[in-house]
């Protein structure tokens, strides 16, 4: 077993800003980086409105230069899941499978992975036709035919960033009113690439497998007013239904709201439990930026510091 004053989890933004701010204010934090070293900016390609960056700049490569300026002032990196705690008791205790660790804070930077819709065909094409990120496999659709499923702001961003490929895109939405921002809607509505089809969902995903090579052909819809099943050709399916917060380890143990994100108190990361911070999506289904999460993840390491210090009085 291994005592550190300070863990972080998570390692997109939010829990590198936290280790480096972390770090240099020397309390060595140890960073479970999760099954998505770096997060959701290392499933993106190029990042263009992260300051500091005039040209854009990779998000994997954000990712790695984000994580190398934290161990350039002693924080350590485990590319390890976290899937026990205990904080319960002082000091708090964290598991990777037997193996045990303790710390006197914890900073939760779990952020929030993309909802999918639960079709087994779904799972089957994933990567193979269907996605979750527009940015990261748009350019695969050169003069295809595409779909977008949602209704909110990700969707309308997703559909119009794809039109940049795709020769159309089918906005799928299961009501006949969109949720999405007025000025979104009107970019998407006036886009001449996009269509809409309202009042359907996706019942299944079509495709083909040849010589192993697994390949979406189209789609089978339901009209949710009038439960007339028909077929759309598409050469993609894109799910933009939103995110899910990470949050599945601390149910039961920290505040959440109704949707599962941490709730933090106002003007800090602060929870509920004494000694535990939260920065980044996995409380802000808000603003949800990189540079937003970055910015909680300096708050927490600062709240973790002062908190360290009246701890340690
Ligand atoms: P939202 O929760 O706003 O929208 C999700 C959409 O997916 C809704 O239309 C919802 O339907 C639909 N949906 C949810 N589950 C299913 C399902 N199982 N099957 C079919 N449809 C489903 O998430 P977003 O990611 O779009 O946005 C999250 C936040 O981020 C918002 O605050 C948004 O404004 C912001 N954002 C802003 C952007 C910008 O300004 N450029 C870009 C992207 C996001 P229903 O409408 O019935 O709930």
């Known amino acids: 077993m291994e005592h550190r004053k300070v863990i972080i989890i998570g390692s997109g933004p939010a829990g590198l800003t936290a280790a480096l701010y972390a770090a240099r204010a020397d309390l060595q934090p140890l960073v479970f980086e999760g099954e998505q070293p770096g997060g959701q900016l290392t ?60 710390c006197d804070v914890v900073i939760i930077a779990t952020g929030a992975s993309a909802r999918l819709l639960g079709l087994e065909s779904e799972a089957k094409y994933m990567g193979f036709g269907v996605s979750a990120c527009a940015t990261c496999d748009g350019f695969f659709f050169k003069d295809l035919e595409v779909a977008v499923v949602g209704g909110g702001d990700t969707a ?67 009209d949710t007013k009038t439960g007339e099943i028909s077929e759309m050709k598409v050469d993609g399916l894109f799910i933009g239904i939103g995110h899910k917060p990470n949050t599945d380890l601390f149910k039961g143990v920290i505040e ?53 210090q009246t701890f340690e009085d």
């Open 43 to 102: 499933i993106t390609t190029e990042v263009e409105n992260f300051p500091g960056f005039p040209e854009g700049v990779m998000g994997p490569k954000l990712m790695d230069d984000m994580r190398k300026q934290a161990q350039r002032f002693g924080a350590e990196s485990l590319f390890e899941y976290v899937d026990k705690i205990d904080f319960g008791d002082r000091p708090f205790r964290l598991w990777v499978g037997e193996k045990e660790w303790t």
């Open 156 to 222: 309308m961003e997703e559909a119009i960033f794809l039109t940049k490929f795709a020769s159309k895109v089918t906005i799928i939405h299961h009501r006949d009113e969109l949720r999405a921002s007025h000025i979104m809607q009107r970019r998407a509505k006036s886009n001449p690439k996009i269509e809409f089809r309202l009042n359907s969902v996706v019942e299944e995903v079509l495709g083909t497998e040849e010589n192993g090579r697994k390949k979406v052909t189209g789609l089978r819809l339901k």
């Open 256 to 308: 959440m709201d109704e949707k599962g994100y941490i709730i933090t108190k106002a003007k800090s990361t602060e929870t509920n439990l004494d000694g535990v911070f939260a920065c980044g999506d996995v409380q802000d289904s808000k603003y949800r930026q990189a540079i937003t999460a970055a910015g909680s993840g300096c708050m927490a390491a600062i709240d973790a510091e002062h908190y360290l």
